[in-house]
């Protein structure tokens, strides 16, 4: 029989150590002569990205020596960090931004070290001859960040820039005979979602030089996203020109629409090496898509256009899809099934887990199932998100009364949430909170439109969205009105300041690395995201007025609300000064707040200690605020301004 406690007060197994110790973050994955290579990066080993090989057996092992840690910092997101070819990898090391070259054994460093500027690379595609290392090049000039597409001659470690003058390039992919180059390129204030060329190029083995470069398609207000080549050479991608992201392909000068219908089958390109489709030998294609905000793999046969779904129990995949005529191979989870990645036997149509599937923390009675809703928000639009409620096997709520809500709110903010196993959703769900993911306007997986409700509209669309959430459920009676609380990272972070600014309908917020300045963003942040307000809020500093007003820092006058900051030290994408401008406000009016810097964390925690801090210190937050009472022993944060009842 279960216990009456109140919700938020409930004891769980699913502790924030756990939490920290469990989890690791699956980045790049690469296929080599049916071997699957992808990167962990694990919060128990200080976020080091760790180089894992899963061979036709089934054995997982490491790859690189236990010193090395894997990663690329271009774009800051990095991503397409590592490449394999016959058992020889090619990887940018976190340490010193090198590629360097792993065989038999042996570490060599293939690039030198430039005294005078920092060189990163990342997105390698190898020619057929092992000869040539083609990727995208980021240098840190005293004059500014300079891209290129480059090709890194191996035996000698020369440099050669194939092309330049875009602000930014990925997916540099030859084609199978070796012969032809195609990359896509964008330029500033456009994001790759926003606009992207498709550009093609002959390319002359002997010498690793391209000529007769030119833009094929992309651009204005199309992007593309994943050019890729068919065993026959034809040259495949994705565009959003029809309104979705389609899958086309480019023969004899004619675009072909392969899969003109109303879904989108490919993703913000926020990390390089991204792949949503693969092209099988006789020219099929096996491809992600969303549908309702989930993911499902399908089959598309090019002749007739006809699309069928693969019957998979996933409904998130982590961005990659990599295949050949037998397999497929991915990273996925579904509402009951944690991430893990997979191999996909075609003939047979049986998927099988490549890494280990430890038990979950919690029994099946204890994990709350997500729940896809829509509701209307502001001004009529129709808003979507997935609502978990409270779930344990031990407790249960006092009858006539509500959950505290907790509404998320995701980074991006060009991104979008899923409804896979969450351990950090069932942190809170486990513990007698209501949640709410919210895919706000502007979020990917609902079409063009859909993801343009944001353009000029950041800081209004998204936290509208979040308030109606927070309402609808109210409404519905599954969440407590004077409970209501609201969470968010990065972009995340701004929507939950901006809510707790211009909104009295929050008792409380976290905001993880969140912008409170949207001046100081524009003018101290990266290369990759530096233009990127100009489609969010508008031009700088001609809509300067704009700024200001969606500037939480500047309306510190209609905050009331107490407030947890988390920051790390070495963010460059959102520097502390930002949450720093906000602990100065709060102190001036006297607001509660709590604001914990981290030493050696950037855009994103990756240590142990500091997961564990942050969860530990968010939950004594919420529980100190709204008065809950807990028989669970944790660390406490200090709340500052704060007295209570």
Not at 466 to 478: F, G
Request: hydrophobic share 35%.
């Amino acid at each position: 029989m279960k216990l009456t406690k109140p919700y938020g007060s409930w004891k769980s197994d699913l502790t924030a150590d756990v939490l920290a110790h469990k989890g690791k973050r699956f980045g790049h994955m690469t296929l080599d002569n049916g071997s699957l290579y992808w990167l962990e990066v694990r919060a128990s080993e200080k976020g080091r990205g760790v180089l894992m090989r899963s061979s036709s057996d089934n054995l997982c092992e490491e790859v690189l020596p236990s010193e090395i840690s894997v990663r690329t910092k271009v774009h800051e997101y990095g991503g397409g960090d590592f490449l394999v070819a016959d058992g020889k990898v090619y990887f940018s090391n976190a340490e010193d931004n090198r590629v360097y070259l792993f065989s038999d054994g042996k570490l060599a460093a293939i690039t030198r070290k430039n005294e005078a500027y920092e060189e990163r690379y990342a997105d390698f595609f190898l020619d057929s001859q092992q000869k040539y290392l083609l990727a995208v090049r980021e240098s840190h000039k005293e004059s500014g960040v300079v891209n290129e597409l480059v090709n890194i001659v191996i035996e000698s470690g020369e440099i050669q820039v194939l092309h330049s003058g875009f602000d930014f390039y990925s997916f540099p992919r030859l084609s199978p005979q070796g012969h032809r180059l195609c990359w896509t390129c964008w330029n500033q204030p456009d994001m790759p979602w926003d606009s992207a060329e498709l550009w093609l190029a002959d390319f002359h083995p002997e010498a690793g030089t391209i000529d007769a470069s030119h833009r094929v398609t992309g651009g204005g207000t199309d992007s593309v996203f994943q050019p890729s080549w068919s065993s026959e050479g034809i040259l495949h991608y994705i565009c959003d020109k029809s309104g979705w992201l389609n899958i086309y392909n480019h023969s004899d000068g004619v675009l072909n629409a392969l899969t003109p219908i109303d879904r989108d089958f490919g993703v913000p390109q926020w990390i390089f090496g991204l792949g949503t489709y693969v092209i099988t030998s006789d020219n099929s294609l096996y491809a992600l898509s969303f549908e309702a905000g989930q993911q499902q793999l399908c089959h598309i046969e090019p002749d007739s256009g006809h699309i069928e779904p693969v019957a998979l129990p996933f409904k998130h995949f982590e961005g990659q899809l990599l295949g050949d005529d037998k397999s497929l191979y991915f990273c996925a989870a579904g509402p009951a099934m944690e991430v893990a990645m997979y191999r996909y036997d075609i003939q047979q149509k049986k998927y099988f887990a490549l890494t280990e599937i430890s038990p979950f923390p919690l029994p099946a009675d204890d994990i709350s199932i997500a729940e896809a809703i829509s509701f209307e928000s502001f001004n009529n639009r129709q808003c979507h998100a997935f609502y978990y409620p409270p779930a344990s096997s031990r407790f249960q709520g006092p009858e006539e009364t509500c959950p505290p809500l907790i509404v998320m709110s995701h980074g991006g903010p060009t991104s979008f949430s899923d409804n896979s196993l969450s351990p950090a959703i069932q942190f809170w769900t486990n513990r007698g909170f209501a949640v709410v993911d919210v895919n706000y306007g502007g979020s990917t997986g609902y079409g063009k439109k859909y993801r343009e409700f944001l353009t000029g509209n950041w800081g209004v669309v998204d936290v509208e969205d979040c308030v109606a959430a927070a309402n609808h459920l109210v409404e519905k009676k599954l969440a407590d009105k004077n409970g209501l609380l609201i969470r968010g990272g990065s972009a995340g972070g701004y929507t939950t300041l901006c809510a707790l600014t211009f909104f009295d309908v929050f008792t409380a917020g976290m905001s993880r690395y969140g912008v409170s300045d949207l001046e100081s963003l524009a003018s101290d942040s990266h290369k990759f995201e530096a233009r990127y307000l100009d489609k969010l809020v508008g031009p700088y500093p001609q809509e300067k007025a704009r700024y200001q007003e969606r500037s939480p820092i500047h309306q510190t006058d209609k905050l009331s609300c107490p407030i947890l900051l988390l920051q790390g030290a070495d963010d460059k994408v959102v520097p502390p000064n930002q949450a720093e401008l906000m602990v100065e406000a709060l102190e001036k009016k006297k607001i509660p707040y709590s604001y914990i810097l981290f030493e050696g964390e950037g855009h994103g925690f990756r240590q142990a200690e500091t997961i564990i801090q942050a969860f530990n210190a968010e939950l004594d937050f919420y529980r100190k605020i709204l008065g809950i009472q807990s028989e669970e022993k944790i660390s406490e944060v200090e709340i500052h301004n704060f007295v209570s009842s």
